[in-house]
């Protein structure tokens, strides 16, 4: 009998414990110390990935990445469209809401942005590109609110 109690509140914590992650990710990305929003554009010869962060000095790493990408946290495979890929990953993000993604840009050498990890103050993304060598380079732009963070690659 008290291994089947605790069997049922060790169940019930795990239930709870998920449930509130899954509220909080359920609510917009407003909050300092998050990523509000993250979009894809284009500017003259040159197309963007570009995001809008709450802190004033991000800590983040860019750096090249090559598939199989995996879900954070499952064995689910994402496909990702592009032949070359970047990784961007953002740390000491308050991660427990949802992000705002504008990716309706019509670009030509950025195939795709996916996120693949947002958890315990992480956020990673994938910027999917065809051309090889047309990275450019990253900026840091101070805003009212906090900073952004763009990608430059040329088009």
């Not at 469209?81 to 950025?110: L, Y």
């Not at 009212?144 to 763009?150: E, H, I, L, Q, Y």
Request: glycine share 8%.
């Amino acid at each position: 009998m008290k291994n089947n109690f605790i069997s049922i509140l060790a169940v019930s914590a795990a239930v709870l414990i998920c449930s509130t992650v899954s509220l909080a990710q359920g609510i917009k990305c407003k909050e300092d110390g998050t990523i509000t929003r993250v979009s894809k554009a284009v500017s003259g010869a040159f197309e963007l990935v570009t995001f809008d962060v709450k802190i004033k000095k991000p800590d983040f790493t860019v750096r090249n990445a090559k598939p199989p990408f995996q879900q954070y946290g499952s064995e689910r495979r994402l496909k990702v469209r592009g032949d070359h890929f970047k990784s961007i990953v953002f740390r000491g993000i308050n991660w427990e809401c949802t992000i705002g993604e504008s990716f309706a840009a019509a670009t030509s050498n950025i195939k795709a942005v996916r996120s693949i990890e947002q958890f315990e103050g992480q956020v990673e993304y994938i910027i999917g590109y065809t051309k090889k060598g047309s990275y450019v380079s990253q900026t840091i732009t101070r805003t009212a609110s906090g900073s952004r963070v763009t990608l430059k690659f040329k088009k």
